[in-house]
């Protein structure tokens, strides 16, 4: 497995930059243009990447609604039959190849998560750079083992899955030729609490399978996945819309242009600060030495007069002798006449 490689343009993983997913989704509320205005919109507010889904309502599920088929309790699609959700939230598969290439054109990868061997099929047709697992699909080995004979980079989602479960599926993905993963810690809830992310695994998940991992989001705001790239993400995947005011199946957490771009800027200053383990002075830092303490003569003091807790002190700034030797000094005697705001040097000090 490899711990860096490349997606489209962007290196991944390492001590590169973080690569941002915007997550279109069912954003788009089968408008065309309304995708096309989210792959322009995701673009400047600093994204590398677009996102989408392949599916139809057929091939992700089917139409029936029994007690089996309709959506849980507590989540924000309650009540509905699993068939009309994926029929609102699907995009047309007639799009994807013109959104790549508006993608493409506007400097984002574009790639899928693709949700059977028939959406392989045809994103491969579209040459697509990566492909990601949803968090569902972790245990569709067979989905995973058709994504990994392609040989492209795979980002795969850890949502509801055990320790036991990733490890079968980077195992499957691995024996299928896949070498190049991306972990991505996600809690499948939606919107996600805080209290729930337990971003502590993100370390662990790197060290568990010497992987690249990252972060996909569903709580609300930008706090969260700042915080994992501090933890080590190196990848941050967020659902993006135009406006939450337009309603929509994923509207209610997903980011709106600002805020993905205030998510950005704050992620790109956050791995600039991580830096690495480092004990050194830095250059910025050299000015600010003047701040320190060190001793001082702060009343005249005469040759062979000895030195007294009155007439030196530790005082800033720190240009004499560091306030260690004070005790050392105290009881010798002046070398020479020395002016009060005269900082101690060694050569001031009598050896007799």
Not at 5 to 34: R, T
């Amino acid at each position: 497995m490899k711990k860096e490689f490349m997606i489209g343009n962007s290196k991944i993983g390492g001590k590169q930059p973080v690569y941002i997913i915007a997550e279109m989704s069912a954003n788009h509320n089968q408008d065309f243009q309304q995708a096309v205005r989210i792959v322009h919109a995701a673009k400047a507010a600093g994204a590398n990447a677009i996102k989408i889904q392949t599916y139809t309502p057929d091939t992700i599920t089917m139409n029936c609604d029994n007690e089996y088929f309709q959506t849980g309790k507590g989540t924000i699609w309650e009540g509905q039959i699993l068939y009309d959700l994926y029929k609102e939230a699907y995009t047309p598969w007639e799009w994807q190849p013109q959104l790549k290439e508006i993608a493409n054109s506007v400097g984002l990868d574009f790639f899928s998560s693709p949700f059977d061997h028939t959406a392989v099929d045809f994103l491969e047709k579209m040459d697509v750079p990566a492909y990601k697992i949803a968090s569902p699909e972790l245990i569709d080995l067979p989905l995973i083992q058709r994504v990994a004979r392609t040989g492209k980079p795979m980002i795969i989602s850890t949502g509801m899955a055990t320790l036991a479960e990733i490890d079968e599926a980077v195992r499957t993905a691995g024996a299928a030729g896949g070498r190049e993963i991306v972990l991505l810690k996600c809690t499948s809830s939606y919107p996600a609490l805080p209290e729930e992310m337990n971003l502590r695994t993100i370390p662990h998940l790197a060290q568990a399978f010497n992987l690249p991992v990252g972060l996909s989001d569903h709580t609300l705001g930008i706090a969260v996945p700042v915080a994992a790239v501090a933890l080590g993400a190196c990848v941050v995947e967020k659902h993006f819309t135009i406006s939450r005011s337009i309603p929509g199946p994923d509207s209610a957490f997903s980011l709106e242009p600002e805020e993905f771009q205030s998510m950005v800027d704050a992620i790109r200053v956050v791995e600039k600060a991580i830096g690495e383990v480092s004990y050194t002075v830095m250059e910025n830092e050299v000015v600010s030495r003047a701040f320190r303490r060190s001793l001082f003569a702060v009343k005249d003091i005469k040759r062979g007069e000895e030195y007294t807790k009155d007439n030196i002190r530790s005082i800033r700034p720190g240009k004499g002798l560091a306030p260690k030797y004070i005790r050392e000094i105290l009881g010798k005697k002046a070398e020479e006449d020395i002016k009060k705001g005269t900082p101690l040097s060694w050569n001031l000090i009598s050896a007799r």
